[in-house]
């Protein structure tokens, strides 16, 4: 996450998923081989999970739901994430007096 979010490397790219592993002390010849033996598997279990993040009305990264109930969708500040804590606990609190 850091080489993307941070350092904005292209972690789409083999050579840079190398490079990352490397760097994470993951043994690369193992790493590499496994990516590319698993490779179909893998693109298939990603389309998977981000069509179960559309439907679930996902549109951004970092995604936080809360209860099942509320999504907070993409980056966003802590007051934002604070707020909404907030604003459950309110729901829950009355729910829970009704």
Not at 25 to 37: G, H, K, L, P
Request: overall charge negative; cysteine-free.
């Amino acid at each position: 996450m850091r080489a993307y979010f941070i350092e904005n490397r292209d972690v789409s790219s083999s050579d840079v998923l190398l490079q990352v592993a490397h760097e994470a002390d993951i043994d690369t010849d193992a790493f590499e081989e496994v990516r590319t033996s698993n490779q179909e598997h893998f693109e298939q279990q990603v389309f998977a999970e981000y069509n179960e993040a559309l439907s679930s009305g996902i549109t951004g990264v970092p995604a936080v739901v809360i209860d099942n109930k509320f999504l907070i969708s993409g980056a966003v500040e802590v007051e934002q994430y604070q707020k909404a804590l907030a604003h459950y606990r309110e729901i829950r609190d009355k729910e829970n007096n009704d």
